[in-house]
């Protein structure tokens, strides 16, 4: 079925920037709403950032917003989070997450999940 695969983890300094890239198998990828999860050893996971079928419109968690963008390209089937200004509380396995309705990504109900990328941001 809908198949998600993150890459693009890693390690980085703090104030450092990465990419994440979450590659989607869907015949109907422009159909798909699109979002960022991401869990912490002993944290429960939490919403980072959502995007809708067309990229016009985004949502972000408080923490992440001013320093994340969540993007999208329709004609690679791919989505994107560019992590800037990251500190050591980004520190988290993320994942990637599809849904046909947008609120279903933003309230952690979505129906596919990839099965995750480490970041880690060292001091």
């Known amino acids: 079925q809908v198949q998600l695969v993150e890459s693009g983890g890693g390690l980085v300094q703090a104030g450092g920037s990465l990419r994440l890239s979450c590659a989607a198998s869907?015949?109907?990828?422009?159909?798909?709403?699109m979002g960022w999860f991401r869990q912490a050893p002993g944290k429960e996971r939490e919403f980072v950032a959502a995007?809708?079928?067309?990229?016009?419109?985004?949502h972000y968690a408080n923490s992440v917003k001013g320093r994340f963008t969540i993007s999208r390209d329709n004609l690679q089937n791919t989505v994107y989070l560019q992590m800037n200004s990251l500190k050591s509380e980004d520190t988290a396995a993320y994942y990637c997450?599809?849904?046909?309705?947008?609120?279903?990504?933003?309230?952690?109900?979505?129906?596919?999940w990839g099965q995750g990328t480490q970041v880690t941001v060292s001091s």
């Open positions: 869907i015949s109907t990828f422009s159909n798909y709403a």
């Open positions: 995007i809708n079928w067309i990229g016009g419109r985004s």
């Open positions: 997450a599809a849904d046909l309705q947008l609120n279903r990504i933003v309230g952690g109900t979505c129906g596919y």
